[in-house]
């Protein structure tokens, strides 16, 4: 009988990998709490953002769900809106985010960041996390003016907990999509004029403020395109006590995670070239 035993295979990761992982998150949640540092001692800067969504809320909305011709089943239009609007917001925080990298390159602090150990994309992560906690302050407002309007939300404690979570993965999703703009333009002034082109596009060829169904052919197959089409589903499915979703949230959360990832494993590359 032979001596040799096949080793059992290991089923808890070893200490070097644990360790690799756990310098890995420290690294990310290090650089997140840097940029959160900065919201905190800029409040002005939440309360300047949160204007603009609530002007399409009570305006926009307003004057929109007097529309009859503007069919949105049986849910009431401000109440099909409110998901759109926090969708809305989270995007227009986002997609400025990366005018901080260039602010960062020119103080020199990109350089410092450069040359720790953590890796690339650990940095990009930890960004994109930053950006996911404006969103939710956004979501806060958006929840409080929704409500004193009288939509009828959920406040089911699993769909609060989804709600953050999308918020966050859209907010991470933009920002980084948001940082490769950085990386290419590298001038604030070309970034703020190609920032304000972009936001307006991607909004409206969403389901934001009107059904799919109501959209022409062409503008259908580039809301099917549009990562802000699944996260206002996934949030229309959420907020509202009677929400309906036309993909599914799996398909929503799948959907946002997948170019999220592709986002940044390009914004890792990238942003090194930043100081170039």
């Known amino acids: ?18 360790g690799l992982v756990a310098d890995y998150l420290v690294q990310t ?6 940029e959160f540092r900065k919201l905190r001692h800029d409040p002005m800067e939440l309360a300047t953002r949160a204007v603009q969504p609530v002007l399409w ?51 020199g602090v990109l350089q410092r960041y450069l040359a720790s150990p953590a890796p690339r994309s650990a940095l990009v992560i930890g960004k994109a996390l930053s950006s996911g906690l404006r969103g939710l302050s956004q979501a806060i407002v958006i929840y409080t003016c929704a409500a004193a309007m009288g939509v009828d939300l959920s406040i089911r404690p699993q769909d609060i907990v989804l709600v953050v979570l999308l918020i966050a993965v859209g907010s991470s999703l933009f920002s980084t999509f948001s940082l490769i703009i950085a990386c290419i333009v590298k001038t604030r002034e070309r970034f703020m004029g190609i920032g304000q082109v972009l936001t307006m596009p991607v909004f409206f060829a969403s389901n934001a403020i009107y059904p799919i169904e109501l959209m022409p052919r062409w503008l259908k197959a580039a809301a099917a395109l549009n990562p802000l089409t699944y996260e206002v589903d996934g949030l229309r499915l959420l907020m509202l006590r009677n929400g309906t979703s036309t993909f599914g949230l799996a398909h929503d959360f799948t959907a ?19 100081t170039q």
């Open 1 to 18: 009988m032979s001596g040799r035993h096949a080793s059992a295979p290991e089923s808890i990761p070893s200490p070097r990998l644990a």
């Open 256 to 274: 946002l995670l997948a170019v999220t990832a592709l986002l940044i494993a390009i914004a890792a590359r990238m942003y090194p070239r930043m």
């Open 29 to 34: 949640l290090a650089v997140a709490d840097a």
């Open 57 to 107: 809320l009570v305006l926009f909305g307003g004057v929109m769900a007097q529309v009859r011709g503007l069919s949105t089943g049986s849910t009431p239009y401000l109440d099909f809106l409110a998901p759109g609007i926090l969708a809305q917001s989270v995007l227009f925080v986002a997609i400025f985010h990366g005018i901080s990298a260039i602010w960062e390159r020119d103080l």
